[in-house]
């Protein structure tokens, strides 16, 4: 089984800066690949940034790209998502979820991090 726990949620003013954290545990696929997903209420669930099992490859949505840094630590199992330069519109439910470099579907996920930012 697999368990993933996001932390670092919280209320901001816009501009201000936020990192979450995604620590993973259990048995997890060998090599795997890393993300972070959102849901603002009344809407779906949509990528924001994601990193290879090496490290090497960050992709990004484009309402977040410049603004916002997926990196992650193998060593300690913990992905990030430093945020910045936030805006109402980056409030919502922050996911992190992995999934196998054999799969294209993120199998595994966390129960979210809640992010509310006031204008």
């Known amino acids: 089984q697999v368990q993933l726990a996001e932390s670092g949620g919280g209320l901001v003013q816009t501009g201000d800066s936020l990192r979450l954290a995604c620590e993973v545990s259990?048995?997890?696929?060998?090599?795997?690949?890393m993300a972070w997903f959102r849901q603002a209420p009344g809407k779906e669930r949509e990528f924001v940034a994601s990193?290879?099992?090496?490290?090497?490859?960050?992709w990004y949505a484009k309402s977040v790209q410049g603004r916002f840094a997926i990196s992650k630590d193998n060593a300690k199992n913990i992905l990030y998502l430093q945020m910045n330069s936030l805006k109402p519109e980056d409030a919502a439910d922050y996911y992190c979820?992995?999934?196998?470099?054999?799969?294209?579907?993120?199998?595994?996920w966390g129960q979210g991090t809640q992010v509310t930012v006031s204008s």
């Open positions: 979820a992995i999934r196998s470099i054999d799969d294209d579907n993120w199998g595994f």
């Open positions: 259990g048995r997890t696929p060998s090599r795997y690949g």
């Open positions: 990193i290879s099992w090496t490290g090497d490859g960050t």
